[in-house]
């Protein structure tokens, strides 16, 4: 068995003629959440993956054998519920409130601007039809959000500073709706009065 314990988010630094030679390995998120598993690649090899602890690994990562070569990972289309929000009785914002509600659940979950993926639970699939959203059952790749499960995306270094025109610093983000009613949430990021 051939041993990876080497792990190129994104394959960067790669040339791209080297990621498309490397066999490629299809795994699915409950997979990719551990940090040691046994895998077979395109090529027919067993491969061994021993990583740190609490890594994560993401479709389009690359695996290093300890031979050298290279072994590209595909996220696998795996049993899913994706949620949209209803066009006739709902809102974008019904989504948010749905990423909250599951948030507070510790629930894996994968964002993306104009729906959310979570894995098959009939009872959450309930919860979100009562809140007026559309849950379908499809295979699809799941790539949920990093946070608690040790996801290796780049993070905002200091010196990155996200406030708007406000002498006061960065905004917090709230995320609770009924905190969210009262506030004027107009994109103009102007001077809003203050004096500088």
Known sequence: MLTANKLMPQG??????????AATIELDWDVRQKSRFDATDSQGRQIGVFLPRGTAVRGGDVLVAEDGSLVRVIAAPQPVLRITHCTAH???????????????RHVPIELKPDHLKIEPDHVLADMLRSMHLIVVAVEEAFEPEGGAY???EHSHGAGHDHSHGSSKGPKPLVLAPELLDDHDHSHDHGHHGHSH
């Open 12 to 21: 960067r630094g790669l040339a791209p003629v080297l990621l498309k030679r």
């Open 90 to 104: 709902g809102t974008p914002f019904d989504l948010t409130r749905a990423a909250y509600h599951l948030g507070n």
């Open 150 to 152: 040790g996801s290796h």
